[in-house]
């Protein structure tokens, strides 16, 4: 049955009437205008003598090609998304970084106010304590209590009180 005259680019079409044609045909009617247009594209037999297997196996290659393509598309938009997110996360990320380093400014500058050096500062020109008792004052500041309250009493008279109660008491 095999005569050995293979043609790879076109399927003898048969003529058929409609009523010969079944719904089980219309596969084979998808395949004769599959072979009547590849025919149409400027392939001759002559053209394919030698070429016939690469063109088979071209349209299949645009084919895999071309679904890629479309399967690529939604991956970049994927993509697209995922970076997007990522980003966003990030800048909330640095958001939040940014809002807990103000807050600690805030708060070391509050610090900043009843530190050592402000006693030290507003301790020096008290002309009514001696060296020595400067000295013992001091070490008052050494507790973040007692330079809360010496910075923060605002009548001199009362600071100067407080600071010769806390020096007697030591």
């Not at 007692?146 to 030591?170: A, G, P, V």
Request: glycine share 4%.
């Amino acid at each position: 049955i095999a005569s050995g005259d293979l043609n790879f680019v076109s399927i003898p079409q048969v003529g058929l009437t409609s009523d010969a044609i079944s719904p089980m045909d219309s596969s084979t009617n998808y395949l004769n205008h599959i072979s009547s247009t590849n025919v149409d594209d400027g392939m001759s037999s002559s053209n394919l003598q030698g070429q016939g297997a690469s063109r088979r196996d071209e349209p299949e290659a645009t084919t895999s090609t071309n679904s890629e393509q479309k399967g690529a598309l939604p991956v970049k938009k994927r993509k697209q998304s995922q970076i997007a997110v990522v980003l966003e996360d990030y800048m909330d990320f640095w958001k939040k970084q940014s809002a807990k380093l103000v807050d600690e400014l805030k708060e070391s500058k509050q610090d900043d106010i009843f530190s050592i050096g402000n006693c030290v500062a507003a301790l020096e020109p008290m002309e009514d304590l001696s060296i020595a008792e400067k000295a013992k004052a001091l070490r008052l500041s050494k507790c973040p209590m007692n330079r809360e309250i010496f910075i923060n009493t605002k009548d001199s008279n009362l600071r100067l009180y407080w600071l010769k109660e806390e020096i007697s008491e030591m």
